[in-house]
């Protein structure tokens, strides 16, 4: 632990569609079923990289736009939310921070704890539940955020743009699959690529994130939900946003919504939390 904690120091000085990865979700959930009990001596980093502090951004309260008009149905109508102002997680919760958490707790390790291509501390933790996230932001004193939270900040402030920037998927502001005939290159490091325009790292690519809210496909055409909107209240699938490694470009939009059965433990999906403003 002790070895552990002076590399972590080191460290933070400085499907495609629902039903096509299930399939490979079910047997990564077999293949590494020995993870949840013990914690691999793989998890160790090599060099120092300079990665974003432990800080959350706070997002003003007021109008925010999302959905899209272009997009497909339940991303439809593009319209107004009002939301009250709330705090993110500048980025997406590490391996490092799993760990202290599962350590303190006595939660269960994510699945791919000794996978050495997804377990490196500076990584976003994968191969977690949505539970298992929801567990770790009530132990971190926050929450995870709602799908209306979630898209106003990952727009930055910007209106009517696609995704976090201004334009079209770009491989050097996010990690995706830029070419779908071809392997995606894998899982990179957190803080690589540039923030948005509210300070917030990797809200396209590297990680798909669990959402606080089920997932509904007309939610957003019911308009008593545009204000403080937190979801329906019950479902079979919860939210995730953001796209991932494996995933490409259209995937980043920021409006693009996909989900998953709560359960599911992958190696593409981790989250990040939210905080209410006191």
Request: proline fraction near 7%.
């Amino acid at each position: 632990m002790k070895h552990f904690l002076c590399l972590l120091t080191l460290c933070l000085i400085s499907f495609q569609g629902w039903g096509q990865e299930s399939g490979t979700q079910q047997g990564e959930e077999r293949a590494a079923s020995q993870s949840d009990s013990l914690m691999s001596d793989s998890l160790e980093v090599e060099a120092p990289i300079i990665i974003p502090p432990d800080s959350m951004v706070l997002i003003p309260g007021g109008e925010y736009d999302i959905g899209d008009k272009r997009g497909l149905p339940d991303a439809k109508p593009y319209h107004k939310v009002v939301l009250d102002p709330f705090y993110i997680d500048n980025h997406e919760v590490s391996n490092a921070q799993y760990m202290e958490f599962a350590e303190a707790a006595g939660h269960r390790l994510p699945l791919f704890w000794n996978d050495s291509t997804l377990n490196d501390p500076r990584m976003p933790v994968t191969g977690v539940s949505w539970d298992d996230a929801v567990a770790y932001a009530e132990w971190a004193g926050k929450r995870l955020p709602t799908e209306a939270e979630w898209e106003a900040a990952a727009r930055g402030g910007l209106i009517r743009e696609d995704y976090p920037w201004e334009g079209t998927p770009d491989g050097e502001k996010a990690n995706y699959r830029f070419d779908p005939s071809e392997a995606p290159e894998g899982l990179n490091y957190i803080g690589q690529y540039p923030q948005n325009g509210y300070g917030l790292y990797d809200m396209a690519g590297n990680v798909y994130e669990w959402i606080a809210d089920y997932y509904s496909a007309s939610i957003y055409a019911d308009t008593s939900r545009y204000n403080r909107p937190t979801g329906p209240s019950e479902g079979t699938a919860r939210v995730l946003r953001g796209g991932a490694w494996n995933y490409t470009g259209e995937f980043l939009k920021v409006s693009y919504r996909n989900k998953a059965a709560p359960h599911i433990r992958t190696r593409y999906i981790g989250f990040r939390c939210a905080r209410s403003v006191d």
